[in-house]
């Protein structure tokens, strides 16, 4: 009887760890747990990037962050 609650919480607990960051993330089961979404309805409404190789702009009403593309041949 012992062993059969602990593999029902054994269960419980490990299906948590999915199921939080699904509700997080707004339902995907596959995208970024801890990504948050700001609105927007135009690229004015995000925020600026702190870093220089991705810029935020709105898609589909929401802030996304994209990698811009090296203007030379060099990656750093």
Known sequence: MADTLKFIFTMILFF????????AS??????????AYID?????DCPESVNE???I?????KCETIRIPPTSGLIW
């Not at 948590?16 to 509700?23: H, N, Q, W």
């Not at 707004?26 to 990504?35: N, R, V």
Request: aromatic share 16%; with cysteine.
């Open 53 to 55: 190789h991705y810029t």
């Open 40 to 44: 927007c309805k135009t690229n004015e």
């Open 16 to 23: 948590l760890l999915f199921l939080v960051p699904m509700k």
């Open 57 to 61: 702009i709105c898609i589909d009403y």
């Open 26 to 35: 707004g339902g995907k089961p596959f995208s970024h747990p801890f990504k």
